[in-house]
């Protein structure tokens, strides 16, 4: 590739690395508004992170395109089709986390349409620690650090046992005479969406290992 169009193909990936942190930022703004919107009870809020997700659509249609303009333009080398598909992989896994605060806010939504609680000290706290490793998650991609992005594998498998402890505890106060079973369901599914959330952020993490040392991490490092 000659040295004008290998500057302009390295500038056109730069605006893309920006592209992906703008909708990283978009999807932990909408996953902070969902927690709230739980947290509080709150079907307006709930309104303003699901609109905010037309917004990460957006984003992540444009990246696509971006990418494939590279692809057909610029005859990129194997190097450079690597992190081209890994930029289309990293959107995915951010999208996703969007999605999940999507479903979140619908819930919160419906539930209070129909006069359910979902708000629970053990649930918020819960979605508190996802959205703590999705923040992480998304700080280890921005700043290109290794030493954080291990950090996120590392309580990974703490918080996925957490959430099956969780559930399970949830599952059996359901079971019980006179349980409100609506409201634990939804809290159910909002830990669903919280975990999940979580194990884009964890995927997130892996990408950027190894875009820096060219390995494939074992999680729980």
């Known amino acids: 590739m000659p040295a004008t169009q290998r500057t302009t193909f390295e500038e056109q990936l730069n605006t893309m690395a920006a592209h992906v942190r703008r909708l990283g930022e978009t999807v932990i703004e909408e996953l902070e508004m969902a927690l709230k919107a739980l947290a509080g009870g709150d079907p307006a809020l709930a309104e303003r992170a699901i609109a905010l997700d037309d917004e990460a659509d957006r984003d992540r249609d444009l990246l696509e395109k971006d990418c494939l303009r590279l692809l057909t ?53 819960y979605g508190e620690r996802g ?69 884009h952020a964890v995927n997130v993490a892996e990408r950027t290992i190894f875009e820096i040392t060219g390995r494939r991490p074992r999680r729980g490092v």
């Open 73 to 125: 333009r610029q005859q990129p080398v194997a190097s450079d089709l690597r992190a081209i598909t890994g930029t289309l992989k990293l959107a995915d896994d951010l999208e996703r986390i969007g999605d999940h605060a999507v479903n979140l806010s619908k819930r919160v939504g419906e539930a209070a349409a129909q006069g359910v609680t979902l708000a629970d000290d053990r649930v918020i706290a």
């Open 131 to 199: 959205l703590a490793l999705c923040r992480l998650g998304l700080r280890a991609l921005n700043e290109n650090d290794r030493e954080t992005a291990e950090s996120v594998l590392r309580q990974q498998n703490t918080l996925h046992e957490d959430a099956t402890d969780l559930e399970t505890t949830l599952m059996r106060e359901a079971s019980a005479p006179g349980a409100d079973v609506a409201s634990l369901m939804g809290r159910l599914l909002a830990i669903h969406s919280f975990e999940r959330a979580a194990a």
